[in-house]
C-alpha cells in the first residue's frame, strides 16, 4: 500500500511569500497521489491530482520520481491559502478503492 | 454542484448507546466511505463499500461498526455501543467509480459525535 509523510504539522509563512508543503511518497508500482484542502469549518476539498498536472487557487505539485516526492507549491501565498492540507495518495486493488490521508500540514498565511 | 450530505452535524451520546450516522452521497456515485477524525490527529480510514457490501475495512472498523445502504440512497454508519474513545468527526466520503483519475472521493461535511 502506499503512504506518505508530510514532515511540517505547522507551516508559517508571511502573504506574499512563497510557500511549499512537502509530502514524501512510498510506493509499490505507479503513484497516484492528490493533495486535498480543509479550510476552517469546511469539508475535505480535492486541491489537485498528479495526473492533471494543474494549476488549482495559484497551487501547483510536480511528482517528482527521483525524490519521491509531491511537494505543493505556490509561488505568492494568500490569507485566504490558510487551511489544513493533506496529501493522500490511491491505493487500489480490485474492487478497493480508497485514500489514505497522511498527517496533513496546517498552513497560516500572515498578513 | 451536487453534495455529499451528512446528519446531524453534532451528536451526543452516552457511553454505551447505539448511534446512527446518515449520508446520503451523490447520486451517480457508487464507491462509498466513511472516515475518521480524531481532534488533532489525521483523518483516519474505517470503511469502503461498494456493490452493496464492505470493499475494505480497517482495523479500527471492529464488530461494534456496521454500514448500511437502506434504501439506494442514504449510506449509515452504526456504532452498536459507543466508547469515549469513539468521540471523533466522521466524514462520509462518496466516488464515481474506481480506478479512475477522474473519480476522487467527495466528503461530507461530517457529523461530530461526542460520547460523554
Known amino acids: 500500500a502506499q503512504r506518505v509523510t508530510q514532515p511540517e504539522k505547522l507551516l508559517s509563512v508571511f502573504k506574499g511569500a512563497p510557500v511549499e508543503l512537502k509530502c514524501n511518497y512510498s510506493?509499490?508500482?505507479?503513484?497516484?497521489l492528490f493533495w486535498y484542502v480543509q479550510y476552517s469549518r469546511q469539508r475535505l476539498q480535492l486541491l489537485l491530482r498528479h495526473i492533471s498536472r494543474e494549476s488549482i487557487k495559484g497551487f501547483t505539485a510536480d511528482l517528482n520520481k527521483g525524490e519521491t516526492s509531491f511537494h505543493l507549491k505556490k509561488p505568492f501565498a494568500q490569507e485566504e491559502d490558510s487551511a489544513m492540507y493533506y496529501c493522500?495518495?490511491?491505493?487500489?486493488?480490485?474492487?478497493?478503492?480508497?485514500?489514505?490521508f497522511g498527517k496533513g500540514t496546517l498552513l497560516t498565511v500572515n498578513p | 454542484e451536487p453534495e455529499v450530505t451528512q446528519t446531524p452535524s453534532h451528536q451526543v451520546t452516552q457511553m454505551g448507546q447505539e448511534v446512527i450516522l446518515r449520508c446520503v452521497p451523490i447520486s451517480n456515485h457508487l464507491y462509498f466511505y466513511w472516515y475518521r477524525q480524531i481532534l488533532g490527529q489525521k483523518v483516519e480510514f474505517l470503511v469502503s463499500f461498494y456493490n452493496n457490501e464492505i470493499s475494505e475495512k480497517s482495523e479500527i472498523f471492529d464488530d461494534q461498526f456496521s454500514v448500511e445502504r437502506p434504501d439506494g440512497s442514504n449510506f449509515t454508519l452504526k456504532i452498536r455501543s459507543t466508547k469515549l474513545e469513539d468521540s471523533a468527526m466522521y466524514f462520509c466520503a462518496s466516488s464515481e467509480g474506481g480506478r479512475s483519475y477522474n473519480s476522487p472521493l467527495h466528503f461530507g461535511n461530517g457529523t461530530r459525535l461526542t460520547v460523554t
Open positions: 510506493y509499490s508500482g505507479s503513484p497516484e
Open positions: 493522500a495518495p490511491l491505493n487500489s486493488g480490485g474492487s478497493n478503492y480508497k485514500l489514505t
